[in-house]
């Protein structure tokens, strides 16, 4: 690209695109995002179970152990992300306190 004086040049940067949050509005959305999943998952969970439990009474025993191996695939499928992201906003949220090391003055 060349401008006016016929020289070749880099064209400018588009500075609102680098735009983040900084200090507290980051450390808190990086907090929010991880601990809003966790909690909606944990829902999901709590949900699907109380669902499966409520078919449990009405079932014969067959019924039963399909009830008891979706209660186990629901465990198996939604916990480790329910775990990953609680474990990624308590990352976030450890983040935020100075560890006692770096506290020391001087």
Do not use: Y
């Amino acid at each position: 690209m060349q401008d006016v004086a016929g020289m070749v040049g880099v064209p400018g940067r588009n500075r609102w695109m680098r735009a983040r949050p900084v200090g507290e509005r980051r450390r808190v959305a990086s907090f929010v995002a991880p601990a809003l999943a966790a909690t909606v998952a944990t829902a999901l969970i709590l949900h699907l179970l109380t669902e499966l439990a409520l078919l449990l009474p009405v079932a014969d025993a067959l019924g039963a152990v399909s009830v008891l191996v979706g209660m186990a695939a629901v465990l198996v499928t939604l916990l480790p992300f329910t775990v990953l992201w609680a474990r990624r906003a308590q990352r976030a949220w450890s983040a935020d306190w100075p560890a006692p090391e770096r506290r020391r003055l001087g």
